[in-house]
């Protein structure tokens, strides 16, 4: 007993456990005070969470604006397939009793009243041409041909709008918005019987997945030219048979640079003009095709963008080999 009041008398005599119970109130304050200055608690927290947030919420608008415009580019292009395919279709449809009149011209009574020496030409001048996509021309009247390449995507029709060269740039052929656009006919080109220009130059874009002139620049490689050197295009008023003349790679310069500009050449009056454009092409040419052409025959330009320089061009030429 009397230790215990001996202890109890030396802890009061020096104060013991208030000192102790001081010492820990000095260090929860310490300790909360660090936790105030803490960037993981107080202001600094609420502003790190604020910030967390607006991140993800800006992410997920991103994602869902993105997957919107993803889903609508290939709606869209779906649908517009789906429109030309109908229009293939309805080609096709129209090209087998063509097809069977022109053979019903060549055996009939007119045929042989001509006798043996009755060429197929002459026989055929008394068939009325009518183009397999007629009816394309007849609903959409913007469409000016359709131009189609054998072994390739390219089946497309070629689209023209008076006064408003780029209306077809981000627009189908019906007149919606597509990214991809449609094959474009410069508004310095004609296909119009009686006003046919030298030089026909369709705009395409370069499409990631090979559609429009997504595959123009394959021709780069010149066996690919051996396989897919021949085009057609169909007008209203005919069909045009052309064979790759010259393959090349060049850009839209500035209008005060003076260089040779493929895409000014529309209409060859002297045999002088169409030399510039021709002998100038065959220059530029990747490869010799072996295909030559002289003053009279007429073209066809291919055009897409290109990457080897700023406004790059991949252009195909075609002469015109039969009509």
């Not at 090979?210 to 010149?222: I, T």
Request: net charge negative; proline share 2%; aromatic share 14%.
């Amino acid at each position: 007993m009397w230790m215990n009041e001996c202890l109890n008398k030396i802890k009061k005599f020096f104060n013991i456990e208030e000192k102790k119970q001081w010492k820990e109130e000095v260090a929860k304050l310490q300790t909360d005070h660090k936790k105030e200055q803490s960037p993981e608690s107080g202001p600094y927290d609420r502003m790190r969470r604020r910030t967390a947030f607006i991140l993800v919420i800006g992410a997920i608008v991103c994602v869902g604006v993105t997957a919107f415009l993803l889903y609508d580019y290939f709606k869209t292009s779906a649908e517009t397939e789906q429109a030309l395919e109908q229009l293939r279709q309805e080609s096709e449809a129209m090209g087998i009793p063509l097809a069977q009149e022109e053979e019903d011209a060549l055996s009939g009574p007119s045929a042989s009243a001509t006798g043996a020496s009755a060429s197929a030409a002459s026989v055929m001048e008394n068939v009325q041409y009518v183009s397999p996509y007629a009816e394309a021309f007849s609903e959409y009247p913007d469409i000016q041909g359709w131009l189609c390449v054998e072994g390739m995507p390219i089946d497309y029709p070629i689209l023209q709008r008076e006064g408003d060269d780029e209306y077809y740039l981000y627009r189908n052929f019906q007149g919606k918005d597509d990214k991809k656009g449609s094959l474009i006919l410069d508004e310095d080109s004609s296909v119009k019987e009686g006003n046919f220009t030298t030089n026909l130059l369709i705009h395409g874009h370069n499409m990631k997945d090979g559609s429009m002139f997504g595959d123009l620049d394959q021709y780069s490689s010149k066996d690919y030219f051996e396989e897919h050197r021949y085009m057609d295009l169909y007008t209203r008023d005919g069909e045009h048979h052309y064979e790759v003349l010259a393959v090349f790679k060049s850009q839209v310069f500035y209008v005060t640079d003076k260089v040779f500009k493929y895409y000014q050449f529309f209409q060859a009056d002297t045999e002088e003009e169409f030399n510039d454009f021709y002998d100038n092409i065959k220059e530029m040419s990747l490869y010799d095709t072996g295909v030559t052409a002289e003053f009279g025959d007429k073209f066809l330009t291919l055009s897409t963008c290109a990457y080897h320089v700023e406004d790059g061009r991949f252009v195909v030429v075609a002469k015109e080999i039969y009509q």
